[in-house]
Nanobody
């Protein structure tokens, strides 16, 4: 029910903007988050934002990534700047609702390489 987009191939130092949109209406979205999973590694939280705009970031992306949301459209964004090779991963979005139901997107590949 979630579709992540905006991934691609970018050179080190470049930027990408990811989007995550719900295909239908999801009520009570409490938190939106972005996660990533590199080959052979666990899926880790990258950034999250609550319904009142409180954000949280992994230490590795602080100062480079920025998460935002458009509530009326149930859309989450992840602006990624100063990308590094170690940012290469599949990026997933997650919407957590007040009823305890979590929705995950299928993921979008981000590759940082020269």
């Amino acid at each position: 029910q979630l579709q992540a987009s905006g991934g691609g191939l970018v050179q080190p130092g470049g930027s990408l903007r990811l989007s995550c949109a719900a295909s239908g209406t999801i009520f009570g979205v409490r938190q939106m988050g972005w996660y990533r999973q590199a080959p052979g590694k666990e899926r880790d939280m990258v950034a999250s934002i609550t319904s009142v705009g409180v954000t949280d970031y992994a230490d590795s992306v602080k100062g480079r990534f920025s998460i935002s949301r458009a509530d009326l459209k149930n859309v989450a964004y992840l602006q990624m700047n100063a990308l590094k090779a170690e940012d290469t991963a599949v990026y997933y979005c997650r919407f957590s609702t007040s009823t305890g139901v979590d929705y995950w997107g299928k993921g979008t590949q981000v590759t940082v390489s020269s």
